[in-house]
């Protein structure tokens, strides 16, 4: 049952019903049934899983917030029997257990999400080199829960919340489920932080037809990106990488910006649905993309794309290793041998590129992820790195940062360093990628092949290019609308009534004829469900 | 009361209720013209629908192997006899029973005459379920129907895609064309319009088997036909098994058929087996279907003809023909004949007496020429004589006239020139139908149903004719509707063709003086047409024969001649304009002329004369110029010549 199915729409309206029929101090209950409803129907007993993950994450930070607990009860207790030497070293011994909890129930939950996802990586880069002592690892079949990498990182996300303070645990076990289950987001995110989302959950909200509305709207608007773009394009990126050896030329990078175009429009498609679905219910969710493409910068262009992988990755990631001891003594002799400016910058450095190896590796258990993220990592890095000497250049040239053209070519040079980067993370493997890099530039003024047929070659006639074409214009129009602060639904809704029914009309017909949907087509899964 | 408690209220409801009725409208807009099933089970399915409740006399039931089988109309015409053809390409076995008892709901005394030609293959696919179900109306048989089919179908099918069609379809909408938003009932009652089985015709000798075995059925068609049987029963259905004649290559199938075949006869129901019967129907294999399959329009009409014959002779229906609430069926008819007109002749639609052992004359060639299109053909064997058919295609609309007998030629003919209202730059067809007589009875043979093409150009002008006013070479000739001028052409006897003068139509009154002509040489004289399109003049066909001129005669030549050394006699003549040839004669011992050479020249003026004979001191010889017209030889004769031995 995926988002794009009629049976998910009449699951989401019969969920609906129930939810603002019984009270609303209960409605939280009918939401976690749909949630573990709609995941059994999707992956049968790997609920369990998800389950076992969840008692795990609860156990964990019921355990870190006893031992928090407990301590300060105690210090409060003893407030004037211990010296001050004592208390400190009290909670030095609580925080270390606290930690030593967080560090076992994290281990434990990306033990799980590792054994599922990247056992068989592990096992079989291990091979190559245990092959010589005649020593093999087995691979193992498993089958990787749905959403794991997005419910992992939710829950590892709240146990440091927890650890940190900065969020009391959640006493009630089915409350604490309906969170790590909600069902329009464990598919493919975005990761939501417990203080964002779970009061939203769990307070019950009133039946609003306006915002129903609006959720609808939506879903539509997420549906028509998925259904008449994502999948059509995806038609002619996967007729070109999966041959990507037979092609030379820009074609290959013109296929590159098409799977950015097929990437974007599914993914975010697939926010929008789960977005949409959730205000139905009353439920904000956080937005995880803004506008990607309106980026001048690789290091911007990640911080509009997937917002809350890369706000999960700053606040858990970055940020306590940047700000480590060990980074930090790493800062001070470097300052000392490379000077103060790197020496100040490195931790930033090696956290960022860390983060990109990370962010990489999510993505999926092979080295072309690895050099997905390190490819992005470099950018953003040098970025930095350079910002300066690349300031002082433009100084020297006379250029104003502030022209349009200017932005323009920094949003189209981000483009294209994220275009190439799509390589890695669309190609076969990595040397199908690396031989993609090399043959792109075989006879690049060779543009031949916009007119002699190769474009319609991949089932995708001049009539569905058209739509493409179409498409991509207004998905492109709807983002710099949004990027000059306009909101389209609220605009829509002031206008006629006449206007108003035709675009939500025209907009249900636009899915049904135009849609890549029904037994004549083999309808994609969303991409990021595959991660 | 704010914007939204507004919306809320009753109004509110009110105005949702419109929004989700325009929704449904636009779904249903969009489902009903992305629809991919075949337009023919629509036509079938609507006209049956909108015939009144207990008005038929029989329901045909079945695939493909009905509609080019029975034309409903034409034997509606014949008979009286209202027998729909509900007819569903693609239809399983499985589904009869269910189109049966969809059927039986508005037709419930009616003879339901079911296909058995449906169980040669038990499989079917998605689309062939859509072709069945998409245009019945929505019941539980149709629930029914499609459960069942979705069970056995070579596909998995989503039950979705059938209340829906859209689901399976909307990919095409780029291949929308007109023929999509068409959703009116033809009123042909369902008789077939399809192009092939129109115009094209096959052999299919090389698949037919014939066999009088039985083999055991495959467990699906057993079952397929227990449950239709037990259907039949328990609902007291009348009905008519029939086995169209289709040609079926595979020796087993035919055995499976005739097993069924079997089985029924053994069940006490009528089985109309008519796979062995084609000869017995006049059909032949080698040019009455447009694929094994199916038959084309003029097998149609016999097997149409042959099963109005049998039904009349087994259930005795009423005839209909002038009761009150059957006009749509004479008006079927009529709209049929339109369309079957241009690929059918007269005496088919008449059910006119054959003989198939009058074989169809090969058409050799048609041409145009000046005077209109030369048929010409083999001829066969029994023909008393020829009727020569003609009909146009419109080029640009690719539309057929209909036939029309364009006249007829004697049995020993082999050609026939059309000139009867020959239309210039049109493409006509040809076909040649051998007849004979027995009995006084007129009995057609075999024709090629296709005919043979030609494109004419421009006509020349009727009725030229040639008169001589104060001896001046006058040229007459009818007007052209379709010329945009005239080209008079005029050649000296044995020269080539000139023309020498050009009219206007608007300025011509069809008359030209030729006052530039030399006296005593003969002349031909010609009109043709031309036309003036895009800057560019193209000229017509003219008579190539021409019309002679010629008052005076050839002028006759002067002979010169001599005994020569070895005593041949050398005779010499002058040139004589106009002349085809000449001819030269000696005068024997009785004193008449005998030729001794013919047709010399033009271009040679002599003869040797190496004959020498006994009795005769001296010879005596004349020549004549030969004007040749057509078939008729004007000889104008030269003075006699004597030549003797002292002419050495």
């Given at each position: 049952m995926?988002?794009?199915?009629?049976a998910?729409?009449?699951?989401v309206?019969?969920?609906?019903?129930?939810?603002?029929?019984?009270?609303?101090?209960?409605r939280w209950?009918?939401?976690?049934?749909?949630s573990?409803?709609f995941?059994f129907?999707?992956s049968?007993?790997?609920v369990?899983v998800?389950?076992?993950?969840?008692?795990?994450t609860y156990?964990?930070?019921g355990?870190?917030?006893?031992?928090?607990a407990?301590?300060?009860?105690?210090?409060?207790?003893?407030?004037g029997?211990l010296s001050?030497?004592?208390?400190k070293?009290?909670?030095?011994?609580?925080?270390k257990?606290?930690r030593?909890?967080l560090?076992?129930g994290?281990v434990?939950?990306?033990?799980i999400?590792?054994?599922?996802?990247y056992?068989?990586?592990f096992?079989?880069?291990?091979?190559?080199?245990?092959?010589?002592i005649g020593f093999?690892?087995?691979?193992?079949?498993?089958l990787?829960?749905?959403?794991i990498s997005f419910?992992?990182?939710?829950?590892?996300?709240?146990m440091?919340?927890?650890?940190?303070?900065?969020?009391e645990p959640?006493t009630?076990?089915f409350?604490?489920?309906?969170?790590?289950?909600?069902?329009?987001?464990?598919?493919?995110?975005?990761?939501?932080?417990?203080?964002q989302?779970?009061?939203q959950?769990?307070?019950?909200?009133?039946f609003?037809l306006?915002?129903?509305?609006?959720?609808?709207q939506l879903?539509?608007?997420?549906?028509?990106k998925?259904?008449?773009?994502?999948?059509?394009?995806?038609?002619?990126?996967s007729?070109i990488y999966?041959?990507?050896?037979?092609?030379?030329?820009?074609?290959?990078?013109?296929?590159?910006a098409?799977?950015?175009?097929q990437?974007?429009a599914d993914?975010?498609?697939?926010?929008?649905?789960?977005?949409?679905?959730?205000?139905i219910?009353g439920?904000?969710?956080?937005?995880?993309?803004r506008?990607?493409?309106h980026?001048?910068?690789v290091?911007e262009?990640?911080?509009?794309?997937?917002?809350?992988?890369?706000g999960w990755?700053?606040?858990y990631?970055?940020?306590?290793?940047?700000?480590s001891?060990?980074?930090a003594?790493?800062?001070?002799?470097s300052?000392e041998?490379?000077?103060?400016?790197?020496?100040?910058?490195?931790p930033?450095?090696?956290s960022m590129?860390?983060?990109?190896f990370?962010?990489g590796?999510?993505?999926?258990?092979?080295?072309?992820?690895?050099?997905y993220?390190?490819?992005?990592?470099?950018?953003?890095v040098?970025g930095i790195?350079?910002a300066e000497?690349?300031a002082?250049?433009?100084?020297?040239?006379?250029?104003?940062?502030?022209?349009?053209s200017?932005?323009f070519?920094?949003m189209?040079?981000?483009?294209?360093i994220?275009?190439?980067?799509?390589?890695?993370?669309?190609?076969a493997?990595?040397?199908a990628a690396?031989r993609?890099?090399?043959?792109?530039?075989?006879?690049?003024y060779?543009?031949?092949w916009?007119?002699n047929?190769?474009?319609?070659?991949?089932?995708?006639?001049?009539?569905?290019?058209a739509?493409?074409i179409v498409g991509?214009?207004?998905?492109?129009?709807?983002?710099?609308?949004?990027?000059?602060?306009?909101?389209?639904?609220e605009r829509?809704s002031?206008?006629?009534?006449v206007?108003r029914?035709l675009?939500?009309?025209?907009?249900?017909?636009?899915?049904?004829?135009?849609g890549?949907?029904g037994?004549?087509?083999?309808?994609a899964?969303?991409?990021?469900?595959q991660? | 009361?704010s914007?939204n408690?507004?919306?809320?209220?009753f109004?509110?409801?009110i105005?949702?209720?419109?929004?989700?009725?325009l929704?449904?409208?636009?779904v249903?807009?969009?489902?009903?013209?992305?629809?991919?099933a075949?337009?023919?089970?629509?036509?079938?399915?609507?006209?049956?629908?909108?015939?009144?409740?207990?008005?038929?006399?029989?329901?045909?039931?079945?695939?493909?192997?009905?509609?080019?089988?029975w034309?409903?109309p034409?034997a509606?015409?014949?008979?009286?006899?209202a027998v729909?053809p509900?007819s569903?390409p693609?239809?399983?076995?499985r589904a009869?029973?269910?189109?049966?008892?969809?059927?039986r709901?508005?037709q419930?005394?009616?003879?339901?005459?079911?296909?058995?030609?449906?169980?040669k293959?038990?499989?079917?696919s998605?689309?062939?379920?859509?072709?069945?179900?998409d245009?019945?109306?929505?019941?539980?048989?149709?629930?029914?129907?499609?459960?069942d089919?979705?069970?056995?179908?070579?596909?998995?099918a989503?039950?979705?895609?059938?209340?829906f069609?859209?689901?399976?379809?909307?990919?095409?909408?780029?291949?929308?064309s007109?023929?999509d938003?068409?959703?009116?009932?033809?009123?042909l009652?369902?008789?077939?319009t399809?192009?092939?089985?129109?115009?094209?015709?096959?052999?299919?000798?090389?698949?037919?088997?014939e066999?009088?075995?039985?083999?055991?059925?495959?467990?699906?068609?057993?079952?397929?036909l227990d449950?239709?049987?037990d259907?039949?029963?328990?609902?007291?259905v009348?009905?008519?098994f029939?086995?169209?004649?289709?040609?079926?290559k595979?020796?087993?199938?035919?055995?499976?058929?005739?097993?069924?075949?079997?089985?029924?006869?053994?069940s006490?129901?009528d089985?109309?087996n008519?796979?062995?019967?084609?000869?017995e129907?006049g059909?032949?294999?080698?040019?009455?279907?447009?694929?094994e399959?199916h038959?084309?329009?003029h097998?149609?009409?016999?097997f149409?003809?042959y099963?109005e014959?049998?039904?009349?002779e087994h259930y005795?229906?009423t005839d209909?023909?002038?009761?009150?609430?059957?006009?749509?069926w004479?008006q079927s008819y009529?709209?049929?004949?339109?369309?079957?007109?241009?690929?059918?002749?007269d005496?088919?639609r008449?059910d006119?007496e054959?003989?198939y052992?009058?074989?169809s004359?090969?058409?050799?060639s048609?041409d145009k020429?000046?005077?209109?299109?030369?048929?010409?053909?083999?001829?066969?064997?029994?023909?008393?004589?020829?009727d020569?058919y003609r009909?146009?295609?419109d080029?640009?609309?690719?539309?057929?006239m209909?036939?029309?007998k364009?006249?007829?030629?004697?049995?020993?003919?082999d050609q026939?020139?059309?000139t009867?209202n020959?239309?210039?730059d049109?493409?006509?067809?040809?076909?040649?139908v051998?007849?004979?007589?027995e009995g006084?009875?007129?009995?057609?043979?075999?024709?090629?149903?296709?005919?043979?093409k030609v494109m004419?150009g421009?006509?020349?002008p009727?009725?030229?004719s040639l008169?001589s006013?104060n001896?001046v070479p006058v040229?007459?000739?009818d007007?052209?509707d379709?010329?945009?001028?005239?080209?008079?052409?005029?050649?000296?006897?044995?020269?080539?063709w000139c023309?020498?003068?050009?009219f206007?139509?608007?300025d011509?009154?069809?008359v030209?003086?030729?006052y530039?002509?030399?006296?005593?040489?003969?002349y031909?004289y010609?009109v043709?047409?031309?036309?003036?399109?895009?800057?560019?003049?193209?000229?017509?066909?003219?008579d190539?024969?021409?019309?002679?001129?010629?008052?005076?005669?050839l002028?006759?030549?002067?002979?010169s001649?001599q005994?020569m050394?070895d005593g041949?006699?050398?005779?010499l003549?002058?040139?004589i304009?106009?002349a085809?040839?000449?001819?030269?004669?000696r005068?024997?011992?009785?004193?008449?002329?005998?030729?001794?050479?013919?047709e010399?020249?033009?271009?040679?003026?002599?003869?040797?004369d190496r004959?020498?004979l006994?009795?005769?001191?001296?010879?005596t010889?004349?020549v004549?110029?030969?004007?040749?017209?057509?078939d008729?030889?004007?000889e104008?004769?030269s003075?006699?010549?004597?030549i003797t031995?002292?002419?050495?």
């Amino acid at each position: 049952m995926t988002f794009v199915s009629l049976a998910f729409m009449v699951f989401v309206a019969v969920a609906a019903a129930l939810y603002f029929t019984i009270p609303v101090s209960k409605r939280w209950i009918v939401l976690l049934a749909a949630s573990y409803v709609f995941y059994f129907i999707n992956s049968r007993m790997l609920v369990l899983v998800l389950f076992v993950s969840t008692l795990i994450t609860y156990l964990t930070a019921g355990k870190i917030a006893g031992i928090a607990a407990a301590g300060k009860n105690y210090l409060k207790e003893n407030n004037g029997v211990l010296s001050k030497e004592e208390k400190k070293k009290y909670r030095a011994d609580v925080k270390k257990k606290s930690r030593n909890a967080l560090v076992l129930g994290t281990v434990v939950m990306l033990g799980i999400l590792a054994a599922a996802k990247y056992y068989n990586f592990f096992a079989v880069n291990v091979n190559l080199l245990l092959v010589r002592i005649g020593f093999t690892l087995p691979r193992l079949n498993l089958l990787l829960p749905l959403g794991i990498s997005f419910y992992t990182l939710q829950a590892v996300g709240y146990m440091i919340d927890v650890y940190r303070g900065k969020q009391e645990p959640e006493t009630n076990l089915f409350r604490f489920m309906l969170f790590m289950s909600f069902f329009p987001q464990i598919v493919q995110g975005p990761i939501p932080r417990y203080r964002q989302l779970a009061d939203q959950l769990y307070e019950g909200h009133s039946f609003d037809l306006q915002r129903i509305l609006s959720g609808i709207q939506l879903i539509l608007w997420g549906l028509m990106k998925k259904l008449i773009l994502a999948d059509r394009v995806g038609a002619i990126v996967s007729g070109i990488y999966d041959f990507s050896d037979s092609y030379t030329g820009l074609i290959l990078f013109a296929a590159g910006a098409l799977y950015g175009v097929q990437v974007y429009a599914d993914f975010s498609g697939g926010m929008d649905i789960a977005r949409g679905v959730s205000q139905i219910f009353g439920i904000e969710l956080e937005l995880n993309f803004r506008q990607p493409y309106h980026s001048s910068s690789v290091e911007e262009f990640w911080r509009r794309w997937h917002i809350t992988l890369g706000g999960w990755m700053r606040d858990y990631v970055f940020y306590p290793l940047s700000l480590s001891k060990t980074f930090a003594s790493l800062s001070k002799k470097s300052r000392e041998r490379f000077g103060a400016s790197f020496g100040k910058k490195l931790p930033s450095f090696l956290s960022m590129f860390i983060v990109y190896f990370l962010v990489g590796i999510w993505h999926g258990p092979n080295w072309k992820y690895i050099a997905y993220g390190i490819w992005n990592g470099i950018f953003i890095v040098c970025g930095i790195l350079f910002a300066e000497q690349y300031a002082s250049v433009l100084k020297k040239c006379g250029i104003d940062e502030e022209t349009e053209s200017w932005k323009f070519f920094r949003m189209f040079r981000t483009f294209v360093i994220i275009t190439f980067g799509r390589y890695f993370s669309r190609a076969a493997g990595l040397f199908a990628a690396l031989r993609m890099f090399k043959n792109t530039f075989i006879h690049w003024y060779d543009l031949s092949w916009i007119t002699n047929g190769s474009l319609t070659a991949f089932g995708v006639n001049t009539a569905n290019w058209a739509v493409i074409i179409v498409g991509i214009a207004v998905v492109l129009w709807v983002d710099h609308l949004h990027e000059k602060g306009i909101r389209i639904r609220e605009r829509i809704s002031a206008q006629p009534l006449v206007f108003r029914w035709l675009i939500y009309i025209g907009a249900i017909v636009c899915i049904l004829v135009f849609g890549i949907y029904g037994p004549s087509y083999n309808a994609a899964v969303f991409i990021y469900e595959q991660f | 009361m704010s914007k939204n408690e507004k919306r809320n209220g009753f109004g509110g409801i009110i105005q949702k209720c419109i929004f989700i009725l325009l929704l449904l409208v636009s779904v249903c807009a969009v489902n009903r013209n992305l629809s991919n099933a075949d337009k023919r089970t629509y036509q079938a399915w609507s006209g049956f629908y909108s015939e009144r409740n207990n008005s038929l006399d029989a329901v045909y039931i079945g695939a493909s192997n009905v509609y080019p089988f029975w034309a409903a109309p034409v034997a509606w015409h014949d008979t009286g006899n209202a027998v729909y053809p509900l007819s569903l390409p693609g239809l399983p076995a499985r589904a009869i029973k269910y189109v049966m008892e969809e059927a039986r709901k508005t037709q419930p005394d009616a003879l339901y005459i079911l296909s058995l030609n449906d169980f040669k293959d038990m499989n079917y696919s998605v689309p062939q379920m859509h072709d069945t179900a998409d245009y019945m109306k929505v019941s539980g048989t149709k629930y029914r129907m499609i459960k069942d089919l979705s069970a056995h179908a070579s596909s998995e099918a989503d039950p979705l895609e059938f209340a829906f069609p859209f689901v399976r379809y909307h990919s095409r909408w780029s291949e929308l064309s007109t023929i999509d938003y068409v959703y009116t009932s033809s009123g042909l009652k369902a008789a077939s319009t399809y192009r092939l089985f129109l115009a094209n015709s096959n052999k299919v000798t090389d698949n037919y088997t014939e066999t009088e075995q039985t083999v055991v059925l495959n467990p699906e068609q057993q079952e397929v036909l227990d449950d239709l049987v037990d259907y039949i029963r328990e609902e007291s259905v009348h009905v008519l098994f029939v086995i169209a004649p289709q040609a079926i290559k595979n020796e087993s199938t035919v055995a499976q058929l005739n097993m069924i075949v079997k089985i029924l006869e053994d069940s006490g129901y009528d089985v109309l087996n008519l796979q062995s019967s084609a000869d017995e129907i006049g059909l032949s294999r080698l040019i009455d279907y447009y694929n094994e399959n199916h038959l084309n329009v003029h097998g149609c009409l016999k097997f149409t003809r042959y099963m109005e014959r049998y039904l009349q002779e087994h259930y005795h229906f009423t005839d209909k023909r002038g009761m009150a609430g059957y006009e749509d069926w004479d008006q079927s008819y009529d709209l049929y004949r339109e369309v079957i007109d241009p690929f059918t002749l007269d005496f088919e639609r008449a059910d006119a007496e054959r003989d198939y052992s009058l074989l169809s004359p090969p058409i050799v060639s048609v041409d145009k020429d000046a005077q209109g299109n030369l048929v010409k053909w083999t001829p066969v064997a029994n023909a008393k004589y020829y009727d020569i058919y003609r009909r146009t295609r419109d080029v640009s609309t690719d539309t057929y006239m209909p036939w029309e007998k364009a006249g007829s030629a004697e049995g020993n003919a082999d050609q026939y020139l059309d000139t009867e209202n020959v239309l210039p730059d049109t493409e006509y067809w040809y076909t040649v139908v051998p007849v004979r007589e027995e009995g006084g009875t007129i009995l057609y043979g075999h024709f090629n149903y296709t005919g043979k093409k030609v494109m004419t150009g421009q006509m020349a002008p009727r009725n030229v004719s040639l008169r001589s006013e104060n001896d001046v070479p006058v040229i007459y000739w009818d007007p052209s509707d379709t010329a945009d001028g005239y080209a008079v052409y005029r050649k000296l006897n044995g020269q080539q063709w000139c023309r020498i003068a050009e009219f206007a139509a608007e300025d011509s009154d069809c008359v030209y003086y030729d006052y530039y002509t030399e006296p005593g040489l003969p002349y031909l004289y010609s009109v043709g047409t031309y036309t003036y399109r895009n800057y560019t003049t193209t000229y017509g066909g003219y008579d190539q024969k021409g019309l002679l001129w010629n008052p005076q005669g050839l002028q006759a030549p002067v002979l010169s001649g001599q005994m020569m050394e070895d005593g041949n006699r050398d005779i010499l003549w002058e040139d004589i304009k106009g002349a085809d040839y000449y001819n030269v004669y000696r005068m024997d011992d009785t004193g008449k002329w005998k030729l001794i050479k013919g047709e010399i020249g033009p271009s040679v003026q002599r003869c040797i004369d190496r004959q020498v004979l006994e009795t005769a001191g001296e010879y005596t010889y004349r020549v004549s110029a030969v004007l040749k017209y057509g078939d008729e030889e004007m000889e104008y004769y030269s003075q006699p010549l004597i030549i003797t031995e002292e002419d050495k």
